[in-house]
């Protein structure tokens, strides 16, 4: 059974700190991380994408990937008020899978 | 560049009713087509997925079933809605393989 766990949260933080949030995934042939933020009532839409160890930055969020520990976070910088979502991590296997897995997600509050 | 479109963006439909929502998407070709449903405070279900035309994958038996009459069309459908059924449903496309879904607006289903 492959899995990704996700602490549901919440997690509070208050205006311009950072944010941490965590994945981690079962299935070992994982190949490809995504992180999603899905507002209140609206879809998931793709933040960020990370395929190889290490970090990717994309403006105020980092990704984070170590797979010989099987687990991938994201880091949100200056976090905002806007910020407050939750975000989803979703992980997809090596080979033909046409499928990511998707975590349950973690509720982010951002406090003025 | 490339878009979702995914209607009606909410219904409120009795038991026994009949359900159809459709999705299209613009800008690509062969895209691969999805259908999540989002129970509240629940994480991603996958229903269906598409690689092509007429090709469905079933992810969990029940009572819904998904079409693909054109490459960029997506259509799922009921012919007896159960009150389980209620939730949030989500068309989304994903490049060939690579993991990454574009979601649309979803579509908010209740059943009385």
């Known amino acids: 059974q492959k899995e990704v766990e996700q602490n549901s949260g919440p997690l509070s933080v208050p205006e311009g700190a950072i944010a941490s949030l965590n994945c981690t995934y079962s299935d070992r042939v994982s190949q490809s991380f995504f992180w999603y933020r899905q507002y209140s009532g609206k879809s998931p839409e793709l933040i960020m994408s990370i395929y190889s160890n290490g970090d990717k930055e994309d403006g105020r969020f980092t990704a984070q990937l170590n797979k010989a520990s099987q687990y991938v976070s994201l880091l949100i910088r200056d976090s905002q008020p806007s910020d407050s979502a939750t975000y989803l991590c979703a992980v997809k296997r090596a080979g033909g899978s046409y499928i990511p897995t998707f975590g349950r997600g973690t509720s982010l509050i951002v406090h003025p | 560049s490339q878009t979702i479109h995914q209607w009606p963006a909410t219904l409120v439909q009795p038991v026994g009713s009949p359900l159809s929502l459709e999705c299209t998407v613009e800008?690509?070709?062969?895209?691969?087509l999805y259908w999540y449903r989002q129970a509240a405070g629940r994480g991603l279900q996958l229903l269906f997925y598409s690689v092509g035309i007429g090709q469905i994958s079933s992810e969990v038996p029940q009572n819904l079933s998904a079409s693909r009459p054109q490459d960029r069309q997506f259509i799922l459908s009921s012919k007896k809605l159960l009150l389980s059924d209620s939730g949030f449903y989500l068309c989304?496309?994903?490049?060939?393989?690579?993991?990454?879904?574009?979601f649309g607006e979803g579509s908010r289903l209740t059943v009385l």
């Open positions: 989304a496309w994903s490049p060939r393989n690579t993991g990454e879904l574009f």
């Open positions: 800008g690509t070709s062969n895209p691969n």
